[in-house]
T-cell receptor
Framework: NAGVTQTPKFQVLKTGQSMTLQCAQD?????MYWYRQDPGMGLRLIYYSASEGTTDKGEVPNGYNVSRLNKREFSLRLESAAPSQTSVYFCASSSTNEKLFFGSGTQLSVL | GENVEQHPSTLSVQEGDSAVIKCTYSDSASNYFPWYKQELGKRPQLIID?????GEKKDQRIAVTLNKTAKHFSLHITETQPEDSAVYFC???????????FGAGTQVVVTP
């Protein structure tokens, strides 16, 4: 039982490049989330998917897009990376009891 | 939307002493209040949570209290140990499926 799996673990991009962060969960959870973590700012919600087929903006959605590919997978895309998107990104999933299970994180640097 | 403030930002305690972290929330409709612990370089993990129909919850050395009237909740860690050193995040939710608003985090350092 792997839980929530994120790839890649580390990534360095140049300004303007694009990339997709992948996330998959094997706990049959309906809801999935993407958070970013910056020093002194806690975890801020980028996008979420309450159930398969739906996605909604969170607190900081600008510069990102998401795709809920199926119940297991939820990807985050940066179309044109900016230095302000340098951060640690966490995917998470939950069932109806609200407990979040986080992936191991992706450390992204945009130069 | 919901706003969660967390204090202090850093907390240094001697091993064996107690640690208290406080959070306030803005939306009186919030009904779910979890606490997450994040060790250095690791993912956040849920350590305890409380719902709005309960005033206090304990799990071994950790406890959470909730004051709905004042809109604040607190994490209490007793008999602290070096392995309690981590960043702790409070959060609040007003939905039934966990769209959480997190506090900024508290770095707890337990010194032997």
């Amino acid at each position: 039982n792997a839980g929530v799996t994120q790839t890649p673990k580390f990534q360095v991009l140049k300004t303007g490049q694009s990339m997709t962060l992948q996330c998959a969960q094997d706990m049959n959870h309906n809801s999935m989330y993407w958070y970013r973590q910056d020093p002194g700012m806690g975890l801020r919600l980028i996008y979420y998917s309450a159930s398969e087929g739906t996605t909604d903006k969170g607190e900081v959605p600008n510069g990102y897009n998401v795709s809920r590919l199926n119940k297991r997978e939820f990807s985050l895309r940066l179309e044109s990376a900016a230095p302000s998107q340098t951060s640690v990104y966490f995917c998470a999933s939950s069932s109806t009891n609200e407990k979040l299970f986080f992936g191991s994180g992706t450390q992204l640097s945009v130069l | 939307g919901e706003n969660v403030e967390q204090h202090p930002s850093t907390l240094s305690v001697q091993e064996g002493d107690s640690a208290v972290i406080k959070c306030t929330y803005s939306d009186s409709a919030s009904n779910y209040f979890p606490w997450y612990k994040q060790e250095l370089g690791k993912r956040p993990q849920l350590i305890i949570d409380i719902r709005s129909n309960v005033g206090e919850k304990k799990d071994q050395r950790i406890a959470v209290t909730l004051n709905k009237t004042a809109k604040h909740f607190s994490l209490h860690i007793t008999e602290t140990q070096p392995e309690d050193s981590a960043v702790y995040f409070c959060a609040a939710s007003i939905t039934s499926w966990g769209k959480l608003q997190f506090g900024a985090g508290t770095q707890v350092v337990v010194t032997p």
